[in-house]
T-cell receptor
Framework: QKEVEQNSGPLSVPEGAIASLNCTYS??????FFWYRQYSGKSPELIMS????GDKEDGRFTAQLNKASQYVSLLIRDSQPSDSATYLC???????????FGKGTSLLVTP | DTGVSQNPRHKITKRGQNVTFRCDPI?????LYWYRQTLGQGPEFLTY????????KSRLLSDRFSAERPKGSFSTLEIQRTEQGDSAMYLC?????????FGPGTRLTVT
């Protein structure tokens, strides 16, 4: 079982809608979770982190964490075509150093 | 530009040749990571440095791979006797207290 799982998509949403991206992880002891965005041919860029159960908001982005269910999600409100990218979920590894990434979910926001 | 820089950005080499990539982290970051990313996958951890000390290596890092960070500043990743399976994007990241920031990557094509 891969440590971090994401649906590869593509997830298609109309402009202005809420996009919901989901991620599950296998290590119950994981404490730190991150979302990165990656445009085609570019490197990952950090969106936000979350460490505690519940919601964390940053602009149009909301990260949600449920440690009991081992589930992390990212909501993007008022989705724009410029949000079309691959969204990577990442979890700090057991060693505490590296990030373990999921395969990413491809998001397409249609005008 | 004070972000992470990587050189070269693209490298085409023939199977069996050696290649070396360079990463210059954000100047005040003492933690540096190398990852490899293939199409449709998330980045996979290769190795981690804190200052000049290499503290963790993934089992993905075969004997043909070596990384150095001699003065705790820039880092190099060398691949000896390249194979077609080494074709990938090689990403470097540096970390402040909380977040890893990625460079633009070096895309390696082995023919």
């Amino acid at each position: 079982q891969k440590e971090v799982e994401q649906n590869s998509g593509p997830l298609s949403v109309p402009e202005g809608a809420i996009a919901s991206l989901n991620c599950t992880y296998s290590d119950r002891g994981s404490q730190s979770f991150f979302w990165y965005r990656q445009y085609s041919g570019k490197s990952p860029e950090l969106i936000m982190s979350i460490y505690s159960n519940g919601d964390k908001e940053d602009g149009r982005f909301t990260a949600q964490l449920n440690k009991a269910s081992q589930y992390v999600s990212l909501l993007i409100r008022d989705s724009q075509p410029s949000d079309s990218a691959t969204y990577l979920c990442a979890v700090i590894s057991n060693s505490g150093y590296a990030l373990n990434f999921g395969k990413g979910t491809s998001l397409l926001v249609t005008p | 530009d004070t972000g992470v820089s990587q050189n070269p950005r693209h490298k085409i080499t023939k199977r069996g040749q050696n290649v070396t990539f360079r990463c210059d982290p954000i100047s005040e970051h003492n933690r540096l990571y190398w990852y490899r990313q293939t199409l449709g996958q998330g980045p996979e951890f290769l190795t981690y440095f804190q200052n000049e000390a290499q503290l963790e290596k993934s089992r993905l890092l075969s004997d043909r791979f070596s990384a150095e960070r001699p003065k705790g500043s820039f880092s190099t990743l060398e691949i000896q006797r390249t194979e077609q399976g080494d074709s990938a994007m090689y990403l470097c990241a540096s970390r402040d207290r909380e977040y890893q920031y990625f460079g633009p990557g070096t895309r390696l094509t082995v023919t």
